[in-house]
């Protein structure tokens, strides 16, 4: 059965790349959730003032991945306990936020944080966003697939050019 995901944990191209090679994501779109602002643009994002997040919308067929797998991939991806950043990005857009469409996603995703600190798995609080999907926009065509259009498998090298 096909079913979405909706997450932000920071840049959202190496999100998408991280999807993109899963067996059972049929599609992932890069786009902008979680604020205030009708069809945003990345550079109003990029203000910090929209409320939005940079986030990737994932089509997925759940008789061969799983939501709560899917939720693994998003917790060993990116640093679920740094406020409003990832690596070097700095600004409520780069997140961590799960966005739920339903009460079971939203249950999943609550017991996964709770697992995760009952364990200790990091060594900081966690600070990701559980919260209903808004509206997504979908994020400019040159986001899209940005690193695979770039020869590129990660944002490593995107952050060595920032640096």
């Given at each position: ?12 191209w ?16 890069v ?28 089509t997925y067929?759940?008789?061969i991945?799983?939501?709560?797998e ?27 936020a ?12 609550l ?30 065509e040159?986001?899209q ?16 050019k920032?640096?």
């Amino acid at each position: 059965m096909i079913e979405y995901a909706l997450f932000a944990a920071g840049c959202f191209w190496g999100v998408q790349a991280t999807f993109d090679a899963i067996p059972g994501v049929i599609e992932t779109e890069v786009g902008y959730t979680g604020g205030d602002v009708i069809n945003p643009t990345y550079e109003q994002v990029c203000t910090d003032t929209t409320g939005h997040a940079e986030a990737v919308k994932i089509t997925y067929d759940n008789k061969i991945v799983s939501y709560e797998e899917l939720l693994d991939i998003f917790f060993k991806n990116h640093n679920p306990t740094t406020l409003n950043q990832q690596g070097p990005d700095k600004g409520s857009q780069y997140r961590s936020a799960i966005f739920y469409f339903n009460e079971s996603q939203k249950k999943k995703a609550l017991s996964k944080i709770q697992e995760l600190e009952q364990n200790k798995i990091f060594n900081q609080p966690m600070v990701t966003e559980v919260v209903p999907a808004k509206e997504f926009y979908p994020a400019e065509e040159y986001h899209q697939k940005y690193l695979e259009k770039k020869g590129k498998k990660s944002c490593f090298s995107c952050f060595l050019k920032k640096l």
